[in-house]
């Protein structure tokens, strides 16, 4: 990932809404969570979610797809490990001590 990617990801998470918006969507894994599901959980109008689902695709964040007569969205995981990577990348001047526990938090997160 570059800078100006990273940049435009976290402008996209910039914003409380959005910013739920993706966590919602990692928590549901790939089988992601259909718009009005999305408006509905975080309690916001559906024109104001799909704008702002609008700019977390633009930033590559997440995906869509169309599931009948259902747009459901979904978090794309490589580019959020990119957003981390990105930040991880200098982490820690040669002390890899230091990064020790994100990387423990991370494992137990993902299991």
């Known amino acids: 990932m570059d800078k100006k990617d990273a940049l435009a990801a976290f402008d996209a998470l910039s914003q409380e809404t ?3 918006a993706l966590r919602l969507l990692i928590q549901a894994g790939p089988d992601g969570v259909a718009a009005g599901d999305v408006s509905d959980r975080l309690g916001v109008k559906q024109n104001t979610m799909s704008a702002n689902l609008k700019i977390l695709t633009q930033a590559g964040l997440i995906d869509s797809r ?3 007569r259902t747009i459901r969205y979904v978090a794309r995981f490589d580019a959020i490990q990119a957003v ?3 930040l ?3 982490c820690c001047g040669g002390r890899p001590d230091l990064c020790q526990p994100v ?3 991370l494992n137990r997160a993902c299991c």
């Open 103 to 105: 990387f423990d938090r």
């Open 84 to 86: 981390i990577l990105f």
């Open 66 to 68: 169309r599931d009948g």
């Open 88 to 90: 991880m990348d200098d």
């Open 18 to 20: 959005r910013l739920d």
